[in-house]
């Protein structure tokens, strides 16, 4: 397919007006998102909305996010960044490989050096009320009441067994390892690299955080305190003691970003 007949969409808050006149004096056609070959997604909700629902486009997230491409560099080389997005096949290993000899458009522009398409999960999770939900950074059950103590315990899908008392506990993708769980003292995860699991300000002196492989359960052990399941920053409901929320990286998006993206920037941490 020639370049000019490829379609992208570029979604977000009111930064997203800069990037679709960039877009014009590119040779891509402008579309809704359902129509498009690639998708840009500007600010953390339009990032999240596009993400949950996993879509085949490759996406481009743009913002202060960890991972995602400042809105001024994408504005300046958007070009480079869709060519990226739209060349090869899509089948890119999750662990921040640049983009190989040969893959790149079919009109044969190659793409710039600094740029990687990496796979990114999308979690689905079970809190056993048959309500769906999904997230695209963080997963956490925290004490309604602030600084209100319970117990939590972690199942991890190999077999480990972890409890701890504490505000929370909180399960990062690699676009939300550099905010919450990083914040509550979580590692920092790349693409590939599984899940970041932290305690939020736990009971002890001795503190641990985890990196899952990608399946793992979280339970309330103490039924004193209420705890609320929040995903991606919302609130979305209570936790009955002794009822496991399984959390699991159930789909994948490709994600085109810069090779120097990986820090979180100061705006992103909590």
Do not use: K, N
């Amino acid at each position: 397919m020639h370049s000019s007949e490829r379609r992208v969409a570029v979604v977000g808050d009111d930064r997203a007006a800069a990037l679709r006149q960039a877009l014009g004096g590119l040779p891509y056609r402008s579309v809704e998102r359902s129509a498009a070959d690639a998708v840009v997604a500007v600010g953390d909700e339009a990032l999240r909305d596009v993400l949950v629902d996993a879509p085949d486009a490759p996406v481009i997230p743009v913002g202060s996010r960890r991972l995602a491409v400042d809105s001024d560099a994408a504005e300046r080389r958007m070009g480079a960044l869709l060519d990226a997005a739209l060349s090869g096949d899509g089948d890119r290993s999750g662990d921040g490989d640049r983009l190989a000899d040969g893959d790149f458009p079919a009109d044969g522009d190659r793409p710039a050096d600094d740029v990687r398409r990496v796979t990114h999960p999308v979690l689905a999770v079970d809190a056993g009320d048959g309500e769906a939900r999904r997230a695209a950074f963080d997963v956490a059950l925290v004490t309604a009441e602030p600084a209100r103590i319970s117990e939590f315990a972690i199942d991890f899908a190999g077999g480990t067994h972890e409890s701890f008392r504490a505000d929370g506990v909180v399960v990062a993708t690699p676009l939300g390892s550099g905010g919450y769980a990083s914040a509550a003292g979580g590692p920092i995860v790349e693409p590939g690299g599984g899940l970041s699991v932290a305690s939020i300000s736990p009971f002890s002196t001795r503190t641990d955080a985890w990196v899952a492989a990608g399946r793992l359960s979280l339970s309330v052990e103490r039924e004193a305190e209420s705890v609320a399941l929040v995903v991606d920053g919302e609130e979305r409901g209570d936790v009955d003691p002794h009822r496991s929320v399984a959390i699991e990286a159930t789909d994948s998006v490709a994600v085109v970003t810069f090779a120097g993206a990986g820090r979180a920037r100061r705006s992103e941490t909590l």
